[in-house]
């Protein structure tokens, strides 16, 4: 075989073998970058899964504190109401006792 076609070939086999190379790195890239797109992603799902729930969270949080509130006010009046009753039995157990 003539040099000059044999270290053309050799050349060429060389400059295919970097391209492999170059190529399966390309490859490890492509799939290390896939591999952090989906993970990226899957964060981002749980991330708006998690503020869903927070949000659901405080809006019947709201819910609560608005019932709290007025169950608050329904024991308030009914404090009232009892303490009128007590004083109303004292007055009316002072004037049996008269």
């Known amino acids: 075989m003539n040099s000059l076609v044999k270290s053309q070939l050799e050349h060429l086999g060389n400059a295919l073998q970097e391209l492999a190379d170059v190529m399966a790195m390309a490859q490890t890239r492509a799939n290390s970058v896939e591999k952090d797109k989906d993970r990226i992603l899957q964060e981002n799902w749980t991330a708006v899964r998690q503020a869903k729930i927070m949000k659901e969270t405080m809006d019947r949080l709201n819910e609560v504190l608005d019932e709290n509130e007025r ?28």
């Open 71 to 98: 169950l608050n006010l329904k024991q308030s009046a009914a404090r009232e109401h009892v303490l009128h009753l007590l004083e109303y039995a004292r007055a009316l157990g002072d004037e049996m006792e008269k």
